[in-house]
């Protein structure tokens, strides 16, 4: 049919794509709420749609009369719509279609009568999510982050490259405990850069890890490298200079009960734009709320390197008992809010936690999954070692032993310092941790999913573009099987491949 008015020359498409294969309820996972789903247009545009062969006049002339986000869709790049897929959205998995174009997912009912998908991808029934995000990565394949100062943008492209094949579509660089030079050699070329296959993994700017902590809670982090902040904001201007924090660093990870350090907080917070962590710490529960109320929304891998939890005092880890919302469940989200922007207020407090079966025990992930669900941030604490083979690594200035830790940890392989028993991060990647995630707590698909990729945008403050497949968010996608295997990684639209990078790499 045909419109009348300010349309007149737009012809609508009404026709519906059939349903082409029967679904068998019994094959909806728990997580898929509803097998119902929606169907647009197949490709090639009929007489009145925009195409490549559409007159500039008639371009113009259907422009002029369409909304602002119309006129963008139509005046865009090609556009590819996923299909035969589930799609997480909305706290909930259900049959639907993913459209994005110019590396941003669209909302596809802008383009009904007007334009259809240039590109249509079967994604086969498997879920469609958005893509992980790791904010606690020391370093893989060979890098470290701290250790690899004359090389460091090497550092960063390989390890940006590797981890987005793995699924991880954004991440945090983390520096360990370091001297000031260090600081000032590495954290300008650690700063915010977009995801693409040229980048690879999308950088969001560094996670310093240290070093004002408490040389008690020292974990992996040279105790040379240990400081107070008698001064305050000066002593941080002097350890990593505060332009360097400003532009380039994204968070913090501090120990509140060291000298100066709780007064520092808001100042940071206020003066450079960053967020701040709670780690490597004996705070008591007093000292960790009061750091908490003044603006430290996050904890640093949970359980390891802080006061072991005492019911008198427990330290750090009582902070989770302080949220006002203990187990969230997964639901969609109430009208006039995406998913991205829901459970926001009732998440006062993030925690990383390091799931890879060594670090922390599969019953203590349970009892914090169960304590404040809405919180938890799957992080990997990776280190060099992560993507290699046994043998021995850097993570900053300390040497590291990866290997069979059997005898310690009950696990096949684990990083540790040479010559004790210290872990010294993991080896594991971000997806095998939302399997472990999911395992040991027993939650849904969608919460082991969220777990490493809404809730850290969440933390960060950039849910309506990363962790999300909201409309208008980065079009940053993974494909999955139930068994949550990754099978396919888009990073802003284009499809990672390792023959993809390659090639993009060869043409930078």
Known sequence: MTITGIGAAIQINTSIRPLQEQRNPDSLNKDCVSPTRRFFPLPGPPSGLISPSTSPTKVAHMLSVRSPEQQAILSGGLITQIHNCRVLRNHAIEYDDVWFQDGRIINPTSLYGLRNSDTRIDAKGMIVAPGLIDVQLNGAFGYDFSFNRSDIDECLDAVSRGVLLQGCTAFCPTTVSSMPETYHTVLPHLGKRPGSLKNGAECLGAHV?????????????????????????????????????????????????????????????????????????????????????????????????????????????????????????????????????????????????????????????????KSHSAGIILVTDAMGA????????????????????????????????QETSTLAGSIATLIECVRNFKEFTQCSTVEALEAASLHPAQMLGIQRTKGTLDFGADADIIFLSDDLEINKVFVRGELATSETLESAARTS
């Open 209 to 369: 890890e240290g070093p004002f902590m408490n040389p008690q809670k020292k974990g992996a982090h040279e105790v040379a490298c240990l400081r107070t902040a008698p001064n305050g904001l000066a002593d941080f201007d002097h350890c990593f200079g505060l332009d360097n924090l400003r532009n380039y660093v994204t968070y913090i990870t501090v120990a509140p009960e060291v000298e100066g350090v709780l007064d520092a907080i808001p100042k940071l917070i206020k003066e450079c734009g960053v967020s701040i962590s709670q780690g490597h710490s004996v705070a008591s529960s007093e000292v960790s709320r009061e750091a908490h109320s003044r603006g430290a929304n996050m904890i640093t891998h949970l359980f390891n390197a802080m006061t072991d939890f005492h019911h008198r005092d427990p330290g750090i880890v009582g902070l989770l008992g302080t949220s006002n919302s203990a187990t969230v469940p997964s639901k969609p989200s109430t009208a006039g809010h995406s998913a991205s922007e829901s459970n926001v207020e009732q998440s006062e407090i993030f925690y990383g936690i390091i799931c890879d079966g060594i670090h922390v025990h599969p019953n203590a992930v349970k009892i914090a999954y």
């Open 386 to 417: 992560m993507g290699l083979p046994d043998g021995q690594y850097k993570l900053g200035n300390l040497s590291v032993d990866v290997g069979s830790k059997g005898e310690l940890y009950g696990k096949p392989r684990a990083a540790v310092i």
